[in-house]
């Protein structure tokens, strides 16, 4: 079936440096966006979300953009914190479904 | 005030024995769901569960069983152990279709199963 994917398995940043997480998705239905982030030992996180409507959203520090022309997905983190060190998803949702399918996560690592 | 909970949070058993997992929410959601985490971090939908009706993904063993007795609660039941059921499980919930905007899912902790 569809699924969602990340570019980067892995991505370190320098502690202060913007970071960029990338998604690509397959399913031109999705109405839905949403990032998660899931740091050691603990479940998901809702960070933020974005709906196909829509191509940029913003947040306390975080920016999620959506092109849908060429199905991507990303995530930008300004003035990276050692705090924001995690696993992060992307999961989209089919139109009239209310089942997310999650990406297969990057892991950010800020130096300090 | 834990949204979605979940136990026990460790469980370490032997192949072949039967084992459940507890989720509970307080958010007053609709729909609940249980997820499993291999060990690369993937997270795949195992069951969903919206107002009494179960949606049962097809990859899933009949060994995994959801019971749900009541709105708040989603159990999962697995029958006969497998080392390959070794994970992390967790549980999420989410307002399901109703309100329209927001389809954010809240995960509870997790619960690693390991099988020896």
């Known amino acids: 079936g569809e699924s969602v994917g990340l570019h980067l398995p892995t991505l370190s940043v320098q502690e202060g440096d913007n970071s960029i997480i990338n998604c690509a998705y397959s399913?031109?239905?999705?109405?839905?966006f949403i990032w998660y982030k899931q740091e050691s030992g603990k479940g998901p996180q809702f960070i933020i979300d974005?709906?196909?409507?829509?191509d940029k959203r913003q947040g306390q520090r975080v920016t999620v953009l959506l092109n849908k022309t060429v199905k991507h997905l990303s995530l930008q983190i300004a003035a990276t914190q050692p705090g924001d060190s995690a696993v992060y998803f992307c999961?989209?949702?089919?139109?009239?479904?209310?089942?997310?399918?999650f990406g297969k996560g990057t892991k950010l690592s800020v130096i300090p | 005030d834990t949204a979605v909970s979940q136990t026990p949070k460790y469980l370490v058993t032997q192949m072949g024995n039967d084992k459940s997992i507890k989720c509970e929410q307080n958010?007053?959601?609709?729909?609940m769901y249980w997820y499993k985490q291999d060990s690369k971090k993937f997270l795949k939908i195992m069951f969903s569960?919206?107002?009494?009706?179960?949606?049962i993904n097809e990859t899933v063993p009949n060994r995994f069983s959801p019971k749900s007795p009541d709105k708040a609660h989603l159990n999962l039941h697995i029958n006969s152990l497998e080392l390959g059921d070794s994970a992390v499980y967790f549980c999420?919930?989410?307002?399901?279709?109703?309100?329209?905007?927001?389809?954010?899912?809240?995960f509870g902790p997790g619960t690693r199963l390991t099988v020896t």
């Open positions: 999420a919930s989410s307002r399901g279709t109703s309100g329209g905007a927001r389809y954010e899912q809240y």
């Open positions: 999961a989209e949702r089919g139109a009239g479904s209310y089942q997310l399918t």
């Open positions: 974005i709906r196909s409507n829509m």
């Open positions: 399913n031109s239905a999705s109405d839905y």
């Open positions: 569960y919206n107002n009494k009706e179960l949606i």
């Open positions: 958010l007053g959601h609709d729909t």
